[in-house]
């Protein structure tokens, strides 16, 4: 069974950098994506990028630029570099396994 657990939340100001971490246990096939994604009150959870297998990765455009994803050869660590954070990045950023299993969240708050 899949288990994902975040880390690196926190409080910054408008401009600056987070990076958020991922340990990821289980077995993921060669077939799942990794990925984050966050969510902000009242909004449905949204993707923010994604990595393959292979290596790929997606970006929302409203990070593109912005963020970088990342992640070990064994895939047990995903990352997520964070810069040029804005106040519209708040939210609670969750990792996922295949869009099917999810971490617990970890708060992410960007102040102008």
């Known amino acids: 069974q899949v288990q994902l657990a975040e880390s690196g939340g926190g409080s910054v100001q408008a401009g600056g950098s987070l990076k958020l971490s991922c340990r990821v246990s289980?077995?993921?096939?060669?077939?799942?994506?990794l990925g984050w994604y966050r969510q902000t009150p009242g909004q449905e959870r949204e993707m923010v990028s994604r990595?393959?297998?292979?290596?790929?990765?997606y970006y929302a455009d409203s990070v593109k630029g912005r963020f970088t994803i990342s992640q070990d050869n064994t895939r047990g660590n995903l990352a997520l570099q964070m810069d040029s954070l804005a106040t519209e990045d708040t939210g609670v950023y969750y990792c996922?396994?295949?869009?099917?299993?999810w971490g617990q969240g970890t708060q992410v708050s960007v102040s102008s």
């Open positions: 996922s396994a295949c869009g099917r299993v």
């Open positions: 990595i393959s297998s292979g290596g790929t990765t």
């Open positions: 289980g077995y993921i096939g060669w077939w799942c994506e």
